[in-house]
């Protein structure tokens, strides 16, 4: 996915666009309104994400210049302020949803994800590995004409085998992207979850494979 | 003018000033009315004794043999007819007392005309008054000088004065009661006009600080003026406040965020064990600061709010949607879902937006965080009576041994929740909401697991 | 103790005694020990002695030092002697009022002042405890079927019809001599112009003058007087001793009313003592012993509201008027004019 990121503060700003990328996502970053318009009028993205204060004027500002303009870009605000009220007065002012300062990554996905499905003619976010056919915008997978829902996690465990296929993944570093660092989790925790990942990849040439005394990967048989 | 008196009010300052003025001018009637008295009283003695004088002047007859005198009975008995008096007398032939007291004083100037000349001297002890009157007589063919001098005590006269100054008194008494309980009354009437404005002031609820604008005689228009300046640097202030807690959630989340992300970067790129424990650390940190900061801002938030609350009609479900709506996606990170249940028709309540959903969202966020995955969290509003009681119920670990009372206090949490992130302060904000919002806030073990927290808040 | 009050006492008055002419002069012995209260009076001792009696019964520790003397003689000593009375009685209006003028009286108040009217007071230093109509006295046999005269016209016509009767039998005090008769005589003269004509009568009938009443009464009563005119009722009160022969004449026209007055001298040694028997005199006690066993006629108002013709002799400063000496000297003069024949 293509994101136009407009955030004044760099620090905070590179670090995003690095950790997107991480994740395969492209990143233009914009410092202030101006410049985000500059990015606007000669490109296209799958989602912006709004800082509210900005050097050279209000985030609501541009929301309300972007949805006059009938851009139909989604924007996700990223705030430092936490009151629902304030969320709703974004959502109101035409943001599609709001991001409190600081935030786990995954809740942005899932974000990300939620405002994506609700609009029509998204770009398709599809992938594929063996036989098996993943799209993480609408938490499925496709095997054949068989298409089986997944949960979250197993969502976001899939999401991150997907990401690269044979890689090994250690218990640990599964669960410190499953989970977030203030949920204490079990040992086995990990396996549950892979456990349920398997069962929705029945009949797949794909599978999770346990690696012993190592991890999991995703093969293909 | 200067008063040397510190007063502790004006209407004091006022009746004591009206009175001293009304006691200055019934003595000055008083004055005014014992002189005139005395004035008149000497006239109408001056007139009675001049008289006499002149009667008995009429009667002096001149002839071969000296002057003859007779003195009218009606003369002295007229003197005598106030019954208090001492009356003396002198008849002058040349420079020889001829009869009556021979050392009665003379008066100073010499005596011409026929009419009397009236003098006051002391005699025998008494003050008197006296009249003088010389005639010339002829004796032998020669004129004589004769001069008669009546003199009268004037104890009659005093006992005149004294009743006329005893009722100048009684009126000077009168106009002073009188002056007191005007100086009262006028009091009350410009003390009005303040205690008014206090008391429109006074009535006016805590969120209104508009600027004065009824009208008000124009000695208080300073007054009002400065307590408009007041209120506009009030509302400045408070406006501040509100911005100061804005830019200092900006100040505090924005690092955090970056500090955050890196973390996750460097958690993604790392294969070292030891590092990635650290970095685990790092985010529990961040996390917790995270939200330590935003329920220390939330917190002030509510204790500023319920100082300055702008309540409006609100409906409790809407309310609730919204925050379950904003929550959403964090609890599906966990697997969890949620399961609402409200009434058919509005809950209408009367309160501040801001409190309320700080309270909603708190219960809320716990609820999440102290779920395991995969369960439901149940948010249950019911309406009975005047009264809306919002649960919200959880499958996540309960409440441990602590009472639900104590886990509300400020920073307290519960004994079982070492692992997880979390200030203590979640609870205190609801407790503080509903206290603010006039209702009640409990929090209890749920059969079987997990906890129950009930927010009881009067309907509008 | 008390023996050597009384003499000392005694050797004061027997010292002031040379000063003016003492008539009688007793002490009314308290039945205890106590303080003497010396009064100084023209009234005879034997006619205030029930009064005193009351007094003493009422305060039975004071005694009672009683001097008589002339009204001219008492005005002197207090006057001229500052003698040293503590309450000083007389029938003297005149002279009283000029002690009292003269600042020689002292101002007493008290209950009993209070309650008298105010025509029996002046300014709290002189005070009327008796009221005495001044009467003509007549034989009634010398009229004979003729009716008596009922006021001085009457008197006149009568005096002009029958000179024979009256002629050398008429009294009257002479105002030279006698103190009452000159304030009855200048009463009159001030009353009314028929008093001149009368004067003039009487003086052509050979009248005898008097200086005392007693005498004039009993002239009357032996017959050697027919009529006496101006004579101070309070002396016949208890009846004539020649029975219906003598008539007791109020005149119709008007008949002074002669105010017995006492008065504290402001050269008193005891004004207080003084003062409590003067409050004595005007209580009801006094006025009950004054007019009962004194028959000296108590103060009452509605006396004289009952007696139209009763003219009470005004206490206040005209009485100064005839006392003056030039006055004095020429109404006498006046009087001799008239009265005496030429």
């Not at chain 1, 990121?5 to 666009?17: F, K, T, W």
């Not at chain 2, 692992?419 to 203590?424: A, C, E, I, R, Y």
């Not at chain 3, 029996?120 to 009229?143: C, G, M, N, Y």
Request: proline share 4%; with cysteine.
């Amino acid at each position: 996915m293509k994101f136009l990121l407009i955030e004044d503060n760099a620090d905070l700003a590179r670090s995003v666009a690095a950790r997107l990328s991480l994740d395969g996502h492209a990143v233009d970053l914009a410092g202030s309104l101006a410049a985000a318009e500059d990015h606007l009028a000669v490109a296209t993205y799958d989602l912006i994400l709004l800082d509210i204060m900005l050097p050279d004027g209000d985030g609501r500002d541009f929301l309300r210049t972007h949805r006059a303009a009938n851009r139909d870009t989604p924007v996700i605000v990223m705030t430092a302020r936490s009151e629902v009220s304030e969320r709703i007065a974004m959502l109101d002012t035409g943001a599609d949803d709001y991001l409190t300062k600081p935030f786990d990554f995954n809740e942005l996905g899932a974000r990300a994800r939620a405002v994506l499905r609700r609009r029509d003619g998204a770009a398709s976010t599809e992938r594929s590995f063996a036989d098996l056919v993943f799209d993480p915008l609408t938490a499925t997978v496709r095997l054949g004409d068989e298409t089986r829902e997944l949960r979250n996690r197993e969502l976001r465990l899939l999401e991150i085998f997907f990401s690269a296929p044979d890689r090994i993944y250690s218990k640990d570093q599964l669960c410190d992207r499953l989970f977030s660092a203030a949920e204490s989790v079990s040992d086995n925790a990990i396996e549950v979850y892979v456990g349920r990942l398997r069962r929705k990849l029945e009949g797949s040439q794909a599978r999770i494979e346990t690696v012993r005394g190592v991890g999991y990967r995703l093969t293909a048989q | 003018m200067k008063v040397p008196l510190r007063f502790k009010s004006i209407r004091q300052r006022l009746v004591v000033l009206l009175l001293l003025a009304a006691a200055l001018l019934s003595l000055l009637l008083f004055i005014s009315v014992r002189a005139i008295a005395s004035a008149s009283v000497q006239a109408s003695q001056d007139s009675i004794l001049g008289a006499a004088t002149i009667a008995i002047a009429e009667e002096l007859r001149g002839g071969e043999e000296g002057v003859a005198i007779e003195i009218p009975y009606a003369a002295f008995s007229m003197l005598g007819s106030s019954g208090e008096d001492r009356i003396f007398y002198r008849i002058l032939v040349g420079e020889d007392t001829v009869t009556g007291y021979g050392d009665l004083p003379m008066p100073v100037a010499e005596l011409t005309g026929l009419e009397p000349v009236f003098y006051s001297r002391d005699y025998q002890g008494d003050p008197i008054r006296l009249a003088a009157v010389g005639r010339s007589v002829l004796v032998e063919g020669t004129p004589r000088r004769v001069q008669v001098i009546v003199g009268q005590t004037r104890t009659g006269q005093e006992m005149i004065i004294s009743r006329m100054s005893n009722r100048a008194a009684a009126l000077g008494m009168g106009f002073f009661f009188l002056s007191a309980v005007l100086a009262l009354l006028t009091a009350q009437a410009v003390v009005g006009p303040v205690n008014s404005l206090a008391e429109a002031v006074g009535r006016r609820g805590p969120q209104d600080l508009r600027a004065v604008t009824r009208p008000v005689p124009e000695e208080l228009a300073p007054l009002v003026s400065a307590l408009n300046g007041l209120m506009a640097r009030l509302t400045a202030a408070l406006s501040r406040t509100e911005t100061f807690i804005a830019e200092a959630a900006h100040h505090i989340r924005t690092p955090l965020a970056t500090l955050r992300t890196h973390a996750e970067i460097a958690q993604r790129i790392s294969e070292e064990q030891e590092v990635l424990a650290r970095l685990r650390e790092i985010l529990r940190a961040a996390d917790d600061s995270s939200r330590s900061a935003g329920q220390l801002l939330d917190h002030a938030t509510v204790a500023y709010r319920t100082d300055q609350r702008a309540e409006e009609d609100l409906d409790l479900r809407a309310v609730m949607a919204d925050v379950m709506r904003a929550a959403e996606p964090t609890a599906e990170l966990k697997d969890l879902h949620f399961e609402l249940s409200v009434p058919d028709g509005p809950v209408p309540i009367h309160a501040d937006r801001l409190l309320l959903e700080s309270a909603v969202r708190n219960l809320v966020d716990n609820a999440i965080k102290y779920s395991d995955g995969d369960d439901a969290i149940e948010l249950r509003l019911t309406v009975d009576g005047g009264t809306a009681t919002l649960a919200i119920l959880d499958r996540g670990r309960g409440l441990g041994t602590m009472q639900g009372r104590d886990l509300t206090r400020r920073f307290a949490r519960g004994s079982n929740v070492s692992d997880v992130v979390g200030s203590g302060l979640g609870l205190t904000i609801v407790r503080e909401v509903a206290r603010a919002l006039s209702g009640s806030f409990r929090i209890e073990n749920r059969e079987g697991k997990g906890a129950c927290a009930i927010l009881s808040l009067p309907l509008a | 103790m008390r023996h050597l009050v009384i003499a000392i006492g005694l050797s004061l008055w027997a010292g002031l005694a040379a000063a003016f002419e003492i008539e009688e002069e007793r002490l009314f012995e308290a039945q205890s020990d106590g303080p003497v209260v010396s009064i100084l009076s023209t009234t005879d001792t034997v006619v205030f002695e029930p009064v005193i009696a009351a007094f003493q019964a009422r305060n039975p520790e004071v005694s009672v030092h009683y001097t008589v003397s002339s009204t001219r003689q008492v005005y002197q000593a207090i006057a001229e002697d500052a003698a040293r009375f503590d309450l000083v009685v007389s029938s003297a209006m005149d002279l009283q009022m000029k002690l009292a003028n003269d600042g020689l009286a002292r101002a007493h108040g008290s209950q009993e002042v209070e309650a008298l009217p105010d025509w029996a007071v002046w300014r709290e230093h002189l005070f009327a405890f008796s009221q005495e109509p001044v009467v003509l006295l007549l034989r009634r046999d010398a009229f004979g079927n003729r009716p008596l005269p009922q006021d001085r016209s009457g008197l006149i016509e009568i005096m002009r019809d029958r000179p024979a009767l009256f002629e050398g039998r008429i009294g009257t005090y002479d105002p030279a001599r006698s103190g009452a008769g000159y304030l009855f005589a200048t009463q009159d003269a001030r009353q009314s112009d028929s008093f001149w004509r009368l004067a003039e009568v009487m003086g052509s009938l050979s009248p005898r003058l008097y200086a005392s009443t007693g005498a004039m009464i009993r002239d009357l009563e032996s017959g050697d007087i027919v009529a006496a005119y101006n004579v101070l009722g309070s002396y016949v009160a208890g009846g004539l001793s020649i029975g219906d022969a003598g008539a007791v004449v109020e005149l119709r026209d008007f008949t002074h009313v002669l105010l017995r007055t006492a008065l504290v001298p402001a050269s008193a040694d005891q004004p207080e003592l003084g003062g409590r028997f003067l409050d004595f005199l005007l209580s009801e006690a006094g006025q009950t012993a004054l007019d009962r066993d004194a028959r000296l006629p108590r103060i009452d108002g509605r006396a004289l509201t009952t007696n139209p013709h009763q003219r009470p002799i005004r206490l206040d400063t005209g009485l100064l008027v005839f006392i003056d000496p030039l006055m004095r000297d020429r109404f006498l003069q006046e009087w001799a004019a008239a009265v005496t024949r030429p």
